[in-house]
């Protein structure tokens, strides 16, 4: 007999404004307990010092996740001159100094590098595997750890503020991947004065927007209460950039069942990834094929809880 899983059969998203100080896996075991959820994961790992959107899938929207993970992302950051450090953030160890510091406009000239389609080279202090290990715990293992460059979609990079000669606040949207600490670190070599990541702050990802994040504070305030329920947000919301079909009762159990069945929508070619919904409730994601539905991902259950 297959062993039940402890906890509610709810499904959906919490937004999360992170604090400072809080692993995104803290947080996330945080809200499963709050929700007394049977599963959770995140839609993006956030540094322990970076603030803002951490979006938590509890329940069947994890299967939403790589959805949100893949969507573009804005961060506002504030880039310290003058100091490199071995974690590329304010938290590592100085290991390069300059006393040469840049003007607004070499900064903003700096950055069309950054945009694009750039290649990128991870932080030694990052949870790339290397051999089977993280690379943070090669790097404070005292190895000298080597980590290949990877691609990265990078929308926009500019210049906010720059407050005083030794700091620069910048605003990047990327695509998945992206390090910010990576890019302080390598503008701050090409303007020749070394630099690092000061503060982080994710203002959104995807749909979801740091202006309706709800705290951790008011989590634990109103963990295990009805009135919680107020920030679940739909699962659906994680599919936002696919387009929606429908489909009848009878194609809904097929398509629980995974296997392909009718469906109704527009502006879909065959070969689209789009997903489907009965009577107002998430059933599947597929690609469609000449009216038909073939399901990979299914929904057991979608609602708010059980």
Request: hydrophobic share 40%.
């Amino acid at each position: 007999m297959a062993r039940r899983r402890k906890g509610r059969a709810i499904s959906g998203w919490v937004i999360i404004d992170k604090p400072a100080g809080w692993t995104s896996t803290a947080v996330v075991n945080k809200v499963k307990w709050a929700f007394q959820a049977q599963k959770a994961g995140h839609a993006g790992t956030l540094d322990p010092d970076a603030t803002g959107v951490l979006a938590v899938a509890l329940g069947e929207a994890t299967k939403t996740v790589p959805y949100i993970t893949d969507a573009l992302k804005a961060y506002e950051f504030m880039i310290k001159f003058g100091e490199a450090t071995n974690t590329d953030d304010a938290e590592g160890e100085v290991i390069l100094r300059s006393d040469k510091r840049p003007s607004s406009s070499e900064i903003k000239e700096a950055l069309h590098a950054f945009v694009g389609d750039i290649e990128q080279v991870p932080p030694k202090f990052s949870a790339i595997k290397v051999d089977g290990q993280r690379a943070y715990a090669l790097a404070r293992g005292g190895e000298d750890v080597t980590l290949a460059a990877r691609p990265l979609y990078v929308d926009s990079l500019i210049l906010n503020d720059h407050p005083d000669e030794d700091h620069a606040q910048l605003e990047m949207v990327c695509g998945k991947g992206g390090y910010v600490r990576s890019i302080a670190r390598d503008v701050g070599e090409m303007l020749g004065c070394y630099g690092h990541v000061q503060w982080l702050r994710r203002t959104w990802s995807g749909p979801f927007e740091v202006q309706e994040a709800v705290t951790l504070e008011t989590i634990e305030k109103l963990a295990r209460t009805p009135d919680i329920e107020t920030y679940l947000q739909p699962m659906e919301i994680g599919l936002a950039d696919l387009e929606m079909v429908s489909c009848a009762p009878e194609a809904a159990a097929r398509l629980r069942n995974g296997n392909p069945a009718m469906v109704i929508g527009q502006n879909l070619e065959y070969g689209d990834e789009c997903w489907a919904q009965c009577e107002g409730q998430p059933v599947a994601v597929g690609i469609f094929k000449s009216g038909e539905l073939h399901p990979s991902r299914v929904f057991v259950h979608s609602q708010k809880g059980a």
